[in-house]
């Protein structure tokens, strides 16, 4: 089945820097991946998701790249604030599949400092 | 509803006790699943609905962990004779309204969480 390993499980930046957080799943006939943001105590909810047939995707301050070959993907947040802190899950699915479960990764703790 | 709904927010049993947890999804949404959230990490996938009918029990952790769905809306989760491992939040999300292609968007809940002592 799928496994999807994320990195770094924490990470901190100053206000205003970027953030990378990325990820890696293993398998090949997925091609779906949303990430989504948790705030403590709260919900996850999607930020963003990016299919298998492009390569990046953008909405405002948040991107997500995808290299299929090397089964990678990455979200790229800039100029952050401190209201990005949060968990990060990034996931995998097969999209159109008998049941589009997702797979998650094991979370980024993003702390941004003001 | 405006959004997924469960309950309780909060269950605390003691080791052997039976417990279930409810789940309202979005209404008009074909597709729900269960997922297990241990402290400090993702959530792991446990079991999918859609409708009334329980397509993918792949991911319950033994046979004391039960999901139903009856009436292809509400659902519960029943865990039977509670360990501590099973100490975890449990999310429920839902998509997909009926006639409407699947986006890929799950909406969670707020989760159950589960301490077992």
């Known amino acids: 089945g799928e496994n999807v390993e994320q990195h770094p499980s924490t990470l901190s930046v100053q206000e205003g820097d970027s953030a990378v957080i990325k990820c890696t799943y293993s398998d090949s006939a997925s091609n779906y991946f949303p990430w989504y943001k948790q705030e403590l105590g709260k919900r996850p909810q999607l930020i963003i998701d990016?299919?298998?047939?492009?390569g990046e995707k953008k909405d405002q301050r948040i991107a997500v790249t995808l290299n299929k070959t090397a089964k990678h993907f990455s979200l790229h947040i800039t100029e952050t604030q401190p209201e990005d802190s949060a968990v990060y899950f990034c996931a995998a699915s097969r999209y159109g599949g008998a049941t589009n479960k997702l797979i998650f990764g094991t979370g980024t703790l993003l702390a941004v400092q003001p | 509803g405006a959004g997924v709904s469960q309950s309780p927010r909060y269950k605390v049993a003691k080791r052997g006790q039976d417990v279930a947890l409810r789940c309202d999804p979005i209404s008009g949404h074909v597709s729900l699943f269960w997922y297990q959230q241990a402290l400090g990490q993702g959530p792991e996938f446990l079991t999918y609905f859609q409708n009334e009918a329980q397509l993918d029990k792949s991911g319950l952790p033994s046979d004391r962990f039960f999901a139903e769905r009856p009436e292809g809306s509400v659902s519960t989760l029943k865990i039977q004779r509670t360990q501590q491992e099973d100490s975890a939040v449990y999310l429920c999300?839902?998509?997909?309204?009926?006639?409407?292609?699947?986006?890929?968007?799950?909406?969670f809940g707020e989760g159950s969480r589960l301490t077992v002592l």
């Open positions: 990016i299919r298998s047939n492009v």
């Open positions: 999300a839902s998509t997909t309204p009926r006639d409407r292609v699947y986006t890929g968007e799950l909406f």
